[in-house]
């Protein structure tokens, strides 16, 4: 299957962001890839806790829901938009990877687990939990003929998740980011190819590159890594755009084949 990871810089302007993500989804189908997935918070990065309260809405109500499910039926791909920020019925605010068929049904949803706690400096501190409530529960999916495990951006750094994954066979694994520069430059392709190396299993990873409304500034630096812990694609800046590679499930049985520590991680 020919995969695409859509890197973007979204801003505050929802209406924007899906329009910049389309073109960049529909410039990647163009090209033949079948499952495409988008960054962390494709249509809304808004920092400000109040603003983003402001313009939140339940998945029923939701612009980016509507639009990116229609788009998976007008391009016939798998779609997985890396989060959405979205109301959930008890009020709270979930970070919620949404994975669209090609017939525009929703087929699965994951919210994000683990969220992003740092003091990268003393003007740049993080603290999600502020502002999001945690998801429960891992979730695989399948995409075609491929098993997909779902995370987001800062569980990338918590390996049991990936170790659950790895015990159920996946053959790929989404990790959909907006990782600060700063964590970036120093841990975004090292934790990445871990990842990929300790599962046997493919890793897509589409994030968010630039220089954002909110202030906020982003790594970029989109990879899709082989079982092997090999980059395939990536690109080397932070600019929008978007990267393409053929996988296929055999080279996820040989990897595991090779060194089958995986079997050892625990359930």
Known sequence: MRVAAIQMCSGIDVVANIA??????????????????TPEMTHLLQKDATELRRGVKPMAEDEGVTAFAALAVELDIHLLIGSLAILRDDGKIANRSLLFTPDGKLSAQYDKIHLFEA??????NYRESDTYTAGE??????????????SICYDVRFPSLYAGYAKA?????????????????????TLLRARAIETGAYVIAPAQGGH?????RTWGRSLIVDPWGEVLEKLDHD????ILADIDRAAVTKARARIPAWRGAPS
């Open 20 to 37: 910049a993500a389309s073109d960049l989804i529909r410039a990647a189908a163009a090209d033949g890839a079948r499952f495409i997935a």
């Open 169 to 189: 066979e996946v053959d790929l694994i989404a990790v959909p980011a907006a990782f600060t520069v700063a964590t970036g430059k120093a841990h975004w392709e």
């Open 119 to 124: 003091a990268i400096s003393k003007s740049e």
């Open 212 to 216: 954002h409304a909110d202030g906020r």
């Open 137 to 150: 529960r891992s979730v695989i999916a399948p995409v075609g003929d491929l098993n997909l495990g779902l």
């Open 239 to 242: 600019d929008p755009g978007f």
